[in-house]
């Protein structure tokens, strides 16, 4: 089974709003929390990470909001743009450095 | 700087051939993985190799084998290709500890007919 469920499968934002893709865990040994950004025919790169000893980390646009409680991790894009249309991938791996990504999420950024 | 390579970056077989996909690292990087991208599956880790002369299975190696020839390449086998194997193939490094940065390569895009 998928250790990291991600939500929704595809998103589409209006230029200028904001995005919203949810990711939760069951295994509470995770300690370290990215989200990658992958662009059509490209590997994925990292956008931004997290650890569980913070509830939020904001660079730039780009926001994790982390409920260690409800083992649930976010990434928020505020004002969203088209370059931001890629596919993200939340992800957690433990002291192993082994990593479990979710399923993606496609974002498509409207003009 | 190159980071991460692969090689081949398209490759067509047929059910029961075999072949390796090649993946080296210019970043004096630990560990190296394997991953496969699927469809709604994200991606999944096959083989992982925290440092040079050790590998672990991930959560699909059936199928598959690894070689961690050096510190800086490993590289992924397929005795016996099935039409389940058609997939995009990820190579990745990270420097082992605390950080845990991965780095991608481009991907090896693989159909099995």
Same mark, same amino acid.
């Given at each position: 089974?998928q250790?990291?469920?991600?939500s929704p499968?595809?998103?589409?934002?209006?230029?200028?709003?904001?995005?919203?893709?949810?990711c939760?865990?069951?295994?509470?040994?995770?300690d370290y929390?990215p989200?990658?950004?992958?662009? $059509?025919?490209?590997? $994925?790169?990292?956008?931004i990470?997290?650890?569980?000893d913070?509830?939020?980390?904001?660079e730039?646009?780009?926001?994790?909001s982390?409920?260690?409680?409800?083992?649930q991790f976010?990434?928020h894009i505020m004002?969203?743009? $088209?370059?931001d249309?890629? !596919?993200?991938?939340?992800?957690?791996?433990?002291m192993?450095?082994?990593?479990?990504?979710?399923?993606g !999420?496609?974002?498509n950024?409207? $003009? | 700087?190159?980071?991460?390579t692969?090689?081949? *970056?398209?490759?067509?077989? *047929?059910?029961?051939q075999?072949?390796?996909?090649q993946?080296?690292?210019?970043m004096?990087?630990?560990?190296?993985?394997?991953?496969?991208q699927?469809?709604?599956?994200?991606?999944?880790?096959i083989y992982?190799?925290?440092s040079e002369?050790?590998?672990? *299975?991930?959560?699909?190696?059936?199928?598959?084998?690894?070689?961690?020839?050096? *510190?800086?390449?490993?590289s992924?086998?397929l005795?016996?290709?099935?039409?389940?194997?058609?997939?995009?193939?990820?190579?990745?490094?990270?420097e082992?500890g605390v950080?845990?940065?991965?780095?991608f390569?481009?991907?090896s895009?693989?159909?099995?007919l």
């Amino acid at each position: 089974q998928q250790q990291v469920k991600q939500s929704p499968q595809s998103l589409i934002v209006q230029k200028g709003g904001i995005s919203i893709i949810n990711c939760a865990y069951e295994n509470t040994a995770f300690d370290y929390f990215p989200w990658y950004q992958q662009f $059509p025919g490209k590997g $994925p790169a990292l956008l931004i990470a997290i650890r569980p000893d913070v509830s939020e980390k904001k660079e730039g646009r780009f926001t994790i909001s982390f409920n260690k409680s409800a083992k649930q991790f976010s990434l928020h894009i505020m004002d969203s743009q $088209p370059g931001d249309s890629a !596919t993200y991938f939340c992800a957690a791996s433990k002291m192993d450095n082994k990593f479990y990504f979710g399923s993606g !999420t496609k974002l498509n950024v409207k $003009p | 700087n190159a980071g991460v390579t692969q090689t081949p *970056k398209f490759q067509v077989l *047929k059910t029961g051939q075999s072949m390796t996909l090649q993946c080296a690292q210019d970043m004096n990087h630990n560990s190296m993985y394997w991953y496969r991208q699927d469809p709604g599956m994200g991606l999944r880790l096959i083989y992982y190799s925290a440092s040079e002369g050790t590998t672990d *299975k991930g959560e699909v190696p059936n199928g598959y084998n690894v070689s961690r020839l050096n *510190k800086r390449e490993f590289s992924l086998r397929l005795e016996s290709a099935a039409p389940s194997q058609t997939s995009v193939y990820f190579c990745a490094s990270s420097e082992q500890g605390v950080a845990g940065e991965l780095f991608f390569g481009e991907g090896s895009r693989l159909t099995v007919l």
